[in-house]
């Protein structure tokens, strides 16, 4: 019978989580899910997978509205979004092992036993060199997206979770990508699922 385990990634923009957590997902050879979780959105909804990513964005935006209490920002169509992928996020992790970036999953699967929960960040300087070198981005460019990616994230993670996405009480590893780079950060993230799910 197949293990069933779940991690989860969370990941400050211009840190490489997303490679990262592909790379791992490869080398332990279970599934990973990402922009996935958008398209079963939209499948589910029936709604074009761009109106999916739009309203996502829109959402995450609006939460940084400070005339809005907490929990007044959204819309019912955003939170009808986020009730979606709850429940795709639920039955992905009941379906086996599995690799979950993003999207409040720590949060939303905070009753599985068997999850480790990782985020993956790094100094601003690194994270503006990543997107400058690796993603391609201008430097004015990346220097706007890593300010409003990082504030429509938190402010998303904050709003549908109740804490902050980089807690350390909610997370069992924090890992700065800077220190040993994608594949160096791949294989200590690999060694620690590994010896946490005991896998052979």
């Not at 332990?28 to 589910?44: F, M, N, P, Q, S």
């Not at 997107?131 to 993670?157: F, G, N, W």
């Amino acid at each position: 019978m197949e293990q069933k385990f779940v991690v989860t990634i969370a990941r400050q923009f211009g840190s490489l989580g997303r490679p990262i957590a592909r790379q791992v997902s490869e080398r332990l050879g279970i599934e990973y899910y990402d922009r996935d979780i958008v398209e079963l959105t939209a499948k589910d909804l029936k709604l074009p997978v761009s109106t999916i990513s739009d309203v996502e964005e829109s959402a995450k935006s609006a939460f940084f509205n400070m005339s809005y209490p907490l929990g007044m920002g959204t819309t019912p169509i955003q939170d009808e979004i986020f009730a979606a992928q709850r429940k795709i996020i639920i039955d992905i992790a009941a379906k086996g092992p599995c690799i979950i970036v993003g999207r409040c999953a720590d949060a939303i699967l905070s009753d599985v036993k068997e999850i480790i929960n990782i985020f993956i960040y790094a100094p601003y300087a690194a994270r503006l060199r990543n997107c400058v070198e690796t993603l391609r981005m201008q430097p004015d460019e990346a220097k706007k997206m890593i300010a409003s990616v990082d504030k429509a994230r938190e402010s998303y993670h904050r709003h549908y979770c109740g804490y902050s996405m980089s807690d350390k009480d909610y997370k069992h590893v924090m890992l700065d990508s800077s220190l040993l780079g994608v594949e160096g950060t791949c294989d200590v993230l690999t060694e620690i699922i590994k010896k946490r799910f005991d896998l052979r």
